[in-house]
């Protein structure tokens, strides 16, 4: 069936227009307890969220929805996504849910689910819930004795620091350390810092005043200016900025130059290498990880396996292949060994233990890799199949000669916008442009 409501990474929109409006928030609600209600022990839903506004209006709805199907609620307030998917299991519930649009801004609101295993959902799954809630429930809802409850669980910060604060190698410690955290003024505004100052760090938190409205204004992972300059004025060793529900992290050593996810996933699985931790002999990342991170791992005898973009496909490689490092060059970061979708905090973590036992500089130690020149070009198309269009296959083909086994070109459509994404990398910056604008000017045409 054709999907409406679920996209990449759970159900996203602007908050109260479909599909995030409270009425379809409850048919989910409704919908995702039918598919999770097998046996008769009493059933459970974790839900957290970030801290935008329509939090306050989704949240209720997925509870009433929950509850009509006779499925008891935990709920938690605002926390990370990955605590989320911890507690799920924690918690032995049957479903968990995290009420965000991730690095959205505030004016947008998604849901994402994860089953009993705390992984997020499969696509046949969510078909399956998408044709529950388009359809009618009322014979399944639950007996006036047998509706669900609801209930705050007042220790969850607590349980989610105490669990990413064992992830750290046991005998170190971040004394001595200045760290920057930005935390987006997101779902990770308390529990960030806590755990940063709990290992011993001085702290600079910025980010940490959400309002409803300034989740991921000029702040936060996809706006890391703020936080590498506060590392900078605050002459502090390492930052570390997070997005709005913490599952995506990028870095600043102390003189303020960006690491990303690709060169936080070549330091990680250096470390572990060396450290026998590290399983499948490589790492698992995107179509969009650059070159430089490849030739880096090869160079070192390990691999580098691509995916589609998404981190839940980068997650269902990993544990098909049993890899337990992967992740997107954009900051997703999934360590296997610890949780079952992208953590910010642990990842960041995992790099200050590399700069702890190393005693050297973040900037000596977190840039592993020299990346190639990289240039990506989104191009607005209005419907249609442009890449479908003969001028624009001989132009992909021109382009692909001209960058020869040198170099990388990457033409895709974008799954939740009118766009269609070309990339191409190699060791010559000015023919990368050159075979970018040249592409991508075929594709307008042809999709104009």
């Known amino acids: 069936m054709t999907r409406k409501l679920f996209g990449t990474d759970g159900i996203r929109g602007t908050a109260n227009v479909e599909p995030m409006t409270a009425e379809t ?20 839903a974790v839900i957290g969220k970030d801290t935008r506004l329509s939090g306050y209006m989704i949240e209720p ?33 049957d ?15 998604g849901i994402k689910l994860f089953g009993p295993d705390a992984y997020k959902l499969s696509d046949t799954v969510e078909a399956e819930i998408e044709g529950y809630a388009d359809g009618d ?70 980010g940490v005043d959400p309002d409803g409205f300034n989740i991921n204004e000029g702040c936060g992972s996809t706006f890391p200016e703020t936080m590498r300059s506060q ?29 990303d996810g690709d060169q936080i996933m070549g330091l990680v699985a250096q470390h572990w290498n060396r450290n026998a931790r590290l399983r499948g002999a490589g790492v698992v990342a995107t179509v969009m990880s650059n070159l430089g991170l490849e030739r880096y791992l090869g160079a070192h005898g390990l691999c580098l396996e691509r995916t589609s973009v998404g981190d839940r496909y980068v997650v269902e490689a990993m544990r098909e292949k049993d890899f337990n490092v992967g992740g997107e060059q954009s900051g997703h970061i999934v360590l296997g060994d610890y949780s079952t979708t992208g953590d910010g905090l642990i990842a960041a973590l995992q790099v200050l233990a590399a700069v702890v036992e190393a005693g050297r500089p973040a900037s000596q130690v ?13 191009v607005s198309v209005n419907g249609g199949a442009p890449l479908e269009a003969k001028a624009v296959k001989k132009a992909i083909a021109a382009g692909e ?23 191409a990398e190699g060791e010559d910056e000015g023919l990368i442009r050159a075979v970018v604008e040249e592409i991508a000017g075929v594709i307008e045409r042809a999709g104009g």
Request: charged content about 25%; glycine content about 10%.
């Open 25 to 44: 928030a409850l048919k989910v609600g409704m919908a995702a307890a039918r598919h999770f209600t097998r046996g008769d022990h009493r059933h459970r």
């Open 61 to 93: 709805a997925l509870t009433a929805g929950f509850v009509s199907m006779g499925m008891d609620v935990i709920l938690v307030g605002p926390m990370p996504t990955p605590a989320i998917a911890m507690l799920t299991r924690s918690l032995r519930a």
């Open 95 to 109: 479903l968990g849910v995290m009420i965000s649009a991730s690095h959205n801004p505030y004016q947008d609101n």
């Open 137 to 206: 429930m009322s014979g399944h809802l639950a007996a006036a004795r047998d509706l669900g409850r609801a209930r705050r669980l007042d220790d969850a910060q607590g349980r989610y620091t105490e669990f990413v604060k064992q992830t750290f190698p046991k005998g170190l410690t971040l004394e001595g350390l200045k760290i920057v955290v930005d935390c987006a003024n997101g779902a990770a505004y308390k529990v960030a810092p806590e755990v940063l100052w709990e290992l011993g760090a001085d702290v600079v938190p910025i």
């Open 231 to 259: 590392v900078v004025a605050h002459g502090a060793d390492l930052g570390i900025a997070l997005d709005g529900d913490a599952d995506r992290v990028v870095l600043a050593d102390e003189r303020g130059a960006l690491v």
């Open 366 to 378: 977190c840039r592993v890799f020299e990346p190639l020149p990289q240039l990506l070009r989104n």
């Open 401 to 423: 000669r001209k960058l020869g086994d040198g170099g990388r070109l990457l033409i895709r459509a974008s799954g939740t916008e009118s766009l269609v994404r070309v990339m």
